[in-house]
């Protein structure tokens, strides 16, 4: 079952004040969720049963049954002693023909003394599945209209709780004392929120009408800010919404509305005030704009006046009856008038500078009372002397970079020719010298061309030496001169094998890696890396480093930092300071302790870190004496540059201050 349904249903046995208004909505409302054609509500307390009333959404033509009014009689009193709803299929019309025929659903509902029944003529399409659905759902509504009650006033329809009703009246004349007393009331405040309170409930009384409303523009579209005789607005009602979209269009026009009205409404107007209306138990409503000043005559025919714009409206609304309109837009321009003056005095006041602030100082009476004002004194003394303090006093500006730990010399190894690694001499931890094999790469292709030069080379040398003898014994020069070119061409062809060869060797003495210095294998599971893996040229096989020497911090800054170092790095060469730049770290492995360094290196180009943002290398130079017991290469460090002295505020805020400069006023200016 849908909630919002019976939500709908609820409203409707709510806010309805008759029977009679009461089924319009209730016929109207299940005839649209159910597609149904035709709806009407019996009343079947005594016989002959009456109708209370009808709808019919899609014609305004009569009613037609398509069975006699004798079988419809029938049906009426079987569903008026029947406790649940149920659906009737026609069969066949008087004239036997049962194509196109509709469906008939009943649904009693039982009022106390009262026996009333809702009919509706269903669209013939509906098949066995959807009859069933819309039988379940009238029950569910019949049972929530079961406990609908007359009212003998104007109840409030948009909040739960309930109004004072009133007996039936028009409205009141305004005299002089009430509108002096009204004036004066709606004028006793500059909060505009309190101003449409004051409105509402005031203009109600001096109006006698059932309910004053004050609206607020808000953009393109006009919210309640006040109702009489509530003390806050629901605005997930219904009724509400359904109220500010009618406020919203009527007040487009810029002109005052009035229902009901001889005028033809326009479309735009007629269905937000239908759906009020289908909500609410108005019979009368009045909506008035409110200008942002008042409207004057133009004396000066040379000069176009600006036509004011609408910043509000007035809601007056009675139950009870109609009223004479001619009789009672006299006292509700009034109202309406000294209303419209309240509001922009209120909403001009709102739009003083720094307003909310002042407001809220004014409200503080504690702040500035006299036996508070010695502690309030003291209190703004110490704001001041703080902000003195953060903008004059200097105090040293550090840069907070991440980097790591790593020995001075160190050397990676990459492979320099494509091979497989066949034999490792060597494991993490490992001391080697300078030149030492730390593994052997075999490659067959290169020994398969070695070998077949060399067989080439064996066989052209070996025809050198044929052509020789041959040449010894032909007597013949002509045939000596041809034996001797072919010699040259032979020549030539064992000199070019010979420089593939020498090239192929070169490539073959690669297999075999050396250490490039003298240290430690620093490379982590060497074994498990390498074993039986095939390089190409540029792999990384190993890591070399003399972990006995000295040793220093790669620290990686981000490039959103490297501008106070480099002017802090120009101001020292300026004025002559040889000191350098002092940096604090502490380490990872021992957070502990905390070490001075010294900046070394700062790299002329940004690059890309791990976590894909722009960095700037930047190397540190340390005593490797302080960290004898805790070397470990690639070890975190945290470490902070020192770069000179800034103001106290600057140096706690620098980050907000460097994005607010980066990402709004740069984007701004």
Request: glycine share 4%; charged share 25%.
């Amino acid at each position: 079952m849908n909630q919002a349904r019976l939500d709908e249903i609820r409203n409707i046995v709510l806010t309805s004040r008759d029977v009679k208004s009461f089924y319009e909505s209730f016929l109207a409302t299940v005839a649209r969720m159910s597609k149904a054609r035709i709806g009407v509500a019996w009343d079947c307390t005594h016989p002959p049963f009456h109708p209370i009333c009808q709808i019919q959404p899609k014609t305004a033509q009569p009613m037609q049954m398509a069975i006699s009014e004798q079988k419809h009689m029938e049906l009426l009193n079987r569903a008026a002693q029947n406790s649940r709803s149920f659906i009737v299929q026609i069969r066949a019309d008087e004239n036997g023909n049962s194509a196109g025929q509709p469906v008939l659903m009943f649904g009693p509902i039982r009022r106390d003394s009262q026996i009333e029944l809702v009919e509706f003529i269903l669209p013939n399409d509906y098949d066995q599945e959807a009859c069933q659905q819309v039988l379940e759902e009238l029950d569910e509504f019949c049972s929530i209209a079961s406990q609908f009650e007359e009212k003998t006033g104007c109840e409030h329809p948009i909040h739960t709780a309930s109004s004072p009703t009133a007996p039936t009246r028009g409205i009141r004349s305004l005299s002089g004392e009430s509108i002096d007393q009204y004036a004066h009331t709606i004028h006793g405040s500059l909060d505009f929120k309190e101003t449409a309170r004051t409105i509402a409930n005031e203009a109600r009384r001096v109006l006698d009408c059932d309910r004053v409303s004050v609206a607020l523009k808000q953009g393109s579209k006009f919210k309640l800010l006040a109702i009489s005789g509530q003390p806050s607005v629901n605005r997930r009602s219904n009724t509400v919404h359904q109220l500010s979209q009618l406020i919203t269009k009527a007040l487009a026009t810029e002109q005052a509305f009035w229902y009901p009205s001889d005028e033809q409404l326009p479309p735009q107007l007629e269905q937000p005030l239908n759906a009020y209306l289908g909500f609410s138990a108005t019979r009368s409503l009045a909506i008035l704009p409110i200008f942002d000043r008042q409207i004057q005559e133009n004396n000066d025919p040379n000069k176009s006046p600006q036509p004011p714009k609408v910043v509000a409206g007035l809601i007056v609304e009675h139950c009870n009856e109609q009223w004479n309109r001619a009789q009672a837009a006299p006292s509700i321009e009034t109202a309406s008038r000294h209303a419209a003056d309240a509001m922009r005095n209120a909403l001009s006041h709102r739009q003083l500078f720094g307003y909310s602030v002042w407001r809220l100082l004014g409200k503080s009476r504690v702040v500035t009372a006299s036996r508070n004002l010695p502690k309030t004194v003291a209190f703004f003394g110490v704001l001041v002397l703080a902000i003195i303090a953060l903008t004059m006093v200097p105090a040293p500006f550090t840069l907070h970079s991440e980097g790591i730990l790593l020995p001075q010399t160190r050397r990676k190894v990459f492979a320099e020719i494509d091979g497989q690694v066949a034999q490792i001499d060597v494991q993490h931890g490992s001391q080697v010298a300078e030149g030492e094999t730390l593994l052997t790469l075999t490659n067959f292709d290169l020994q398969d061309q070695l070998e077949q030069i060399s067989g080439e080379i064996d066989a052209l040398s070996q025809r050198l030496k044929s052509n020789k003898a041959l040449r010894l014994e032909n007597r013949n020069s002509n045939d000596k001169e041809a034996m001797l070119d072919n010699d040259g061409a032979i020549k030539s062809q064992i000199e070019s094998l010979e420089k593939r060869q020498t090239t192929i060797q070169s490539k073959l003495s690669k297999l075999s890696v050396d250490s490039p210095i003298n240290g430690e294998i620093i490379t982590w599971d060497v074994s498990d890396r390498l074993r039986n893996r095939p390089v190409t040229v540029g792999d990384l096989l190993l890591e070399v480093a003399d972990v006995d020497g000295d040793w220093e911090i790669e620290l990686n800054l981000p490039d959103r930092r490297i501008g106070h170092l480099l002017r802090e790095l120009k101001t020292q060469k300026e004025t002559g300071n040889n000191q350098g730049i002092k940096v604090t770290y502490q380490l990872a492995a021992d957070p502990s302790r905390k070490f001075t360094g010294q900046l070394k290196q700062v790299a002329q180009a940004t690059q890309l870190t791990a976590d894909q943002k722009q960095g700037v290398k930047v190397v540190v130079e340390i005593d490797t004496n302080d960290i004898d017991d805790t070397r470990q290469a690639r070890s975190g460090v945290s470490a902070k540059i020192h770069c000179g002295y800034e103001p106290l505020g600057y140096v706690w805020l620098h980050d907000i201050f460097e994005f607010v400069q980066a990402e709004i006023l740069f984007r701004v200016w």
